[in-house]
């Protein structure tokens, strides 16, 4: 059973520009978590400071009460934006080199790599050169990559952009294998509605610093309040002087309404029920795609 991995107040600058600051978050054992941001909003950055492939000017990452070390550094497994596969090598070979790199022996590392394959349906090109291989393909070879040498901890910087619907749900069940056998995982991804499905927390950046942090049912309860309604008999804008009202869109029947916290529900029914028919009343909370958008543009 493994750590958390703590991030902890990482600064980074380039130059006079402040790639990140302050950035702080922990990954418990057990769980995913989803970092996402807009592009260039810092995410690369962090995973390559959590790797150590780069160096913070300030703060620390530890697993549990450890800075990482060379020695720690080892047991994570890490997939880069960035690939890192050598074009020019055999799959499985090259595989086996990097299981070995990571501290097994031939005999394991061979095992693993026998595992892995099979497990990603990659078995079939395990005699191809990577660079053979279509670029889908060339991911699951770097998702195997990051877990031969099955690994404390998963760091994966947008391991599901340009995989097919087949080899996302092979990702997905994966990183929710790793995660029930107490690995804390942590990935980065703009598809937030697979970061939705799948993260247990979601911590949203921009500009370096960390916007919004939890469940994804903590975030979008945050969001503003909404009620949908669906009043066909209701005339444009019948909704949008009622006390609390912050605005409203009406799509045909049905009007999606924004409330000031605490505003009586009941009452914009009673208004509703004053236009003719409701055909539907429930309350709405904007999906991680709204709320990244509220964030951002914030
Ligand atoms: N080696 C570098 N030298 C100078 N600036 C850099 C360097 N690497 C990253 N940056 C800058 O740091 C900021 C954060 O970049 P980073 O790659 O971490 O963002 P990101 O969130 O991963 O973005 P994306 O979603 O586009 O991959 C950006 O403004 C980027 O231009």
Known sequence: MTAPLIVDRLTKRYGSLTALQDMSFTVAPGEIFGFVGSNGAGKSTT??????VLGADS??????????????RRRIGYMPEERGLYPKMKVGKQLSFLAQLHGLSRAEADDQVETWVRRLGIHERIN????????????????AAALVHNPDVLVLDEPFSGLDPVAVDVMSDVLKEKAAQGVPVIFSSHQLELVQRLCDRVGIITKGTMRALGTVDDLRSTGEIRLDV????????????????????????????SLTPGTDEQAILAAALAT?????????????TELFREVVSA
């Open 47 to 52: 995973m390559r400071i959590i790797l150590g």
């Open 230 to 257: 669906g009043a066909p008999a209701a005339p444009s804008g019948w909704a949008d002087h009622l006390p609390g009202v912050q605005g409203s869109v009406q799509r045909g029947a049905l009007t999606t309404v």
């Open 128 to 143: 191809d050169d990577v660079n053979n291989l279509s670029l889908g393909n060339q991911q699951r070879v770097q998702l």
């Open 276 to 288: 003719g028919p409701v055909t539907h009343f429930a309350l709405s909370k904007p999906d991680l």
């Open 59 to 72: 703060g620390q990452v530890r697993l549990g009460e450890r800075p990482i070390d060379l020695d720690l």
